[in-house]
């Protein structure tokens, strides 16, 4: 079994109700293990406000892939 906890996450609103969430997430292994990532999630919000997520991707934590990641987005 493995349970998800967010560290820290922010919000990047766009378009009427739509979002795009980074955040640093934990994920705790039944073993007692732990693993740290990025996640970068697309979603939106119900008209209660409630978040409803659609996709989402992962990053690892490495500086240099993260580095690169960050540039290539900013040069396309």
């Known amino acids: ?3 998800f906890e ?3 996450f922010k ?3 766009f ?3 739509n ?3 980074v955040a640093r997430k934990r994920a705790v292994l039944g073993n007692g293990g ?3 990532f990025i996640s970068i999630s697309r979603g939106y919000f119900t008209t209660n406000d409630e978040k409803r997520y659609k996709n989402s991707v992962t990053i690892p934590l490495d500086e240099d892939v993260r ?3 960050a540039q290539n987005i900013l040069e396309i």
């Open 1 to 3: 079994m493995v349970d």
């Open 6 to 8: 967010t560290i820290e």
């Open 11 to 13: 919000n990047v609103p």
């Open 15 to 17: 378009g009427k109700n």
């Open 19 to 21: 979002f795009i969430e």
């Open 34 to 36: 732990q693993s740290e």
């Open 67 to 69: 580095k690169q990641i």
